[in-house]
């Protein structure tokens, strides 16, 4: 099998855009691992550079420790598999099957045997005779991984290969996917913009966005430990409320997080308190997910928000209601310009040891440009910079019965988990104890 580490990898187009920046990553034999990310991100272009497609600007792409930069597509021993599945429409689908075996001189018999191996094993032993027009886009998209996978390649690279089908056979054929290349014990870069597939099928999510690696780690670490604001907006359904909070110490008590007119707070023996403490006086955002909050009784002790329904959402198994707390909201916005897209090239490298020491200490290395700021930072404050995040009146998302004797208006208790609150720092990074 195959590993593939990226180096400092960076890809910039002729016009000047950078669609990878510096990447580093490195995927282990056999493993499953995920690129995962919004159209525009950059993780199609970190795969075709994978597979030899694009050269990188900058960097290096290792395969099995070697160099790959100057290795033609034909000696890198992948396969890959495409969106639009790419079948020779003139031939039946045993003959898409066999042409890469064809190609390699293979004789007829041993071919044969190959192409019906595999073809069992994706469930379209029965159709091998026909043409791609008479198959259903379930089994194209098996008679292309059929393809790639009758190669017998050290490396799998797939380009978002269920987005054209529907929803249920898309559930269906990740299962198939999954499940027969773990089977095969071979090395699987997927990219998606799908985070069910991602959290579903991957041994590992590497989260990318506008060009830049924001987190890297198992479905559960990525999920329950999010590196980044980004991070933390992109994964869950319904999305993590993001709220802006001001910061109290009370020394040897507890640490007030006040939201709005109302108020939480963190014991002092959370060993997240230490951390939060840091940013006495200044705001960093909280972060919530709906299975974090429970609707109790008004007059219930412990942390509670109080607030009113602005709407109701059904989903059948579960309804969404969407509180109005008095807090005010951070929302993550893809729209915006490029991730410091007004920092020098040359200047990037300061700035992510910067960043690697605030993971590290809770501090960043490389001060604000805003003198009267307590906090450093090479980015900016998410909190003040209405371009990349705006701010607007929270609606908490609070998960309720199928149809509950509520409606819009209606007050609204909510318990809240201290233990599940996420907390991040203006620049949009994780305040956390430590780095995993």
Request: charged share 25%; with cysteine; hydrophobic share 40%.
């Amino acid at each position: 099998m195959t590993t593939v580490a990226l180096k400092d990898v960076t890809k910039v187009f002729r016009d000047g855009t950078v669609a990878v920046d510096s990447v580093s990553l490195d995927v282990n034999d056999g493993e499953f691992m995920v690129l995962l990310g919004p159209s525009g991100c950059g993780k199609s272009t970190v795969l075709r550079m994978v597979a030899g497609l694009e050269e990188p600007t900058s960097g290096a792409v290792m395969l099995d420790g070697e160099v790959a930069n100057d290795l033609p597509p034909r000696e890198r021993k992948i396969a890959m598999v495409f969106q639009d599945f790419a079948l020779y429409p003139h031939m039946s689908v045993g003959d898409n099957i066999a042409f890469p075996l064809k190609l390699a001189g293979i004789e007829p018999a041993p071919r044969g045997e190959r192409v019906a191996d595999v073809a069992s094993a994706l469930g379209i032993g029965d159709v091998l005779a026909r043409r791609p027009s008479q198959l259903s886009g379930g089994q194209r998209q098996r008679v292309a991984m059929g393809r790639a996978i009758v190669r017998r390649p050290g490396l799998f690279l797939m380009d978002e290969p269920l987005s054209n089908l529907d929803s249920g056979l898309r559930a269906e054929l990740r299962a198939e996917i999954s499940g027969l290349t773990r089977e095969l014990g071979v090395t699987t870069i997927y990219v998606t913009h799908d985070q069910a597939e991602a959290l579903t099928m991957a041994d590992r999510v590497a989260i990318m966005r506008k060009g830049v690696l924001q987190d890297v780690g198992t479905p559960t670490q990525v999920y329950g430990r999010p590196a980044t604001l980004y991070v933390a907006a992109f994964l869950g359904s319904p999305r993590m409320n993001l709220l802006e909070a001001s910061v109290y110490v009370h020394l040897d008590r507890y640490v007030t997080l006040t939201l709005g007119d109302q108020a939480l707070y963190l014991p002092w023996d959370d060993i997240r308190s230490r951390a939060v403490a840091h940013y006495h006086g200044e705001r960093i955002v909280v972060g919530m997910r709906a299975e974090a909050l429970t609707p109790v009784a008004p007059d219930s002790p412990g942390d509670v928000l109080q607030g009113r329904i602005r709407y109701l959402e059904h989903h059948g198994h579960e309804s969404l209601a969407f509180l109005d707390i008095g807090a005010t909201a951070i929302v993550v916005d893809e729209v915006g310009a490029p991730a410091d897209s007004d920092t020098p090239f040359g200047q990037r490298g300061l700035r992510r040891f910067g960043q690697v020491m605030q993971r590290f200490t809770g501090r960043a290395a490389v001060p604000d440009a805003n003198p009267n700021s307590g906090r450093t930072s090479g980015r900016t404050s998410v909190l003040n910079d209405p371009g990349r995040h705006h701010r607007r009146p929270a609606e908490l998302a609070v998960r309720l019965a199928p149809y509950p004797a509520v409606s819009a208006g209606h007050p609204l208790a909510i318990k809240v988990r201290m233990d599940a609150l996420h907390f991040f720092d203006e620049r949009g990074d994780r305040i956390d104890v430590g780095w995993r």
